[in-house]
């Protein structure tokens, strides 16, 4: 079974400043993937950035950069200078890696806000 | 704007009524997925169609009936649903079933069950 932790329901953060959100995930699976995803208020989810179990290098998305230790089963969300748009309600997500795993794991989300 | 619609974005509906929500999608993609979300909670997982076929039912009740009627269209058929059925339904599609490959997801129903 997967499981996805989100540990920080809301966090407050200044505009142009950088914030980190905390994902810890549990898999037994040595292939998988993981991504963020973005819910503003208005409903649409809207996805970030992906990183897969066996790649060596951090994904960058333009402001999006994920902090992936594989060995601490971590992978946090980093958004570098922060804007009022990017508040909103923030989910990890996990899938495994066999090829009939078509289940997208959620945790429980982070909401940000971003303060002016 | 996504590339994923879902109409139509708002519905209200009494329990005893008949209706049916629609998703499309352009992108090629070969899988499609519902979800159901409540407030300030993470999607669930409700249906999965690969190739137009059914793969995954996650235990819904039958008053929810998915169909596929090809490779762009997704459906649900809701009938005789219950108040605690009022949530933002959200569709999906990925390109396949691999784990690198994202799903992305439509603006999304809400639905109110009067």
């Known amino acids: 079974a997967q499981k996805i932790t989100q540990t920080q329901p809301g966090m407050f953060v200044q505009e142009k400043e950088a914030v980190t959100l905390d994902c810890t995930y549990d898999t037994s699976d040595p292939s998988y993937g993981l991504f963020w995803y973005k819910q503003p208020s208005s409903g649409e989810m809207i996805f970030l950035i992906y990183q897969g179990s066996y790649d060596q290098q951090n994904a960058t998305e333009g402001r999006y950069s994920l902090n992936f230790q594989k060995a601490r089963k971590s992978a946090n969300l980093v958004i570098s200078a922060s804007q009022l748009g990017d508040s909103a309600m923030y989910f990890c997500?996990?899938?495994?890696?066999?090829?009939?795993?078509?289940?997208?794991?959620f945790g429980a989300g982070t909401t940000v806000t971003v303060r002016a | 704007d996504t590339e994923v619609t879902q109409t139509p974005k708002h519905l209200v509906m009494g329990m005893t009524n008949k209706k049916s929500l629609k998703c499309e999608q352009h992108m090629g993609h070969r899988a499609m997925y519902w979800y159901k979300q409540k407030a300030k909670k993470p999607p669930e997982l409700m249906f999965v169609?690969?190739?137009?076929?059914?793969?995954i039912n996650e235990s819904v009740p039958s008053r929810f009936s998915p169909e596929c009627p090809n490779s762009s269209l997704l459906n649900l058929h809701l009938h005789a649903l219950q108040p605690e059925d009022s949530a933002l339904y959200l569709c999906?599609?990925?390109?396949?079933?691999?784990?690198?490959?994202?799903?992305?997801f439509g603006d999304g129903t809400r639905l109110s069950i009067l």
């Open positions: 997500a996990m899938r495994g890696g066999r090829s009939n795993d078509y289940k997208l794991s």
């Open positions: 169609y690969s190739y137009e076929k059914l793969s």
């Open positions: 999906a599609s990925s390109q396949g079933t691999l784990s690198r490959q994202p799903q992305h």
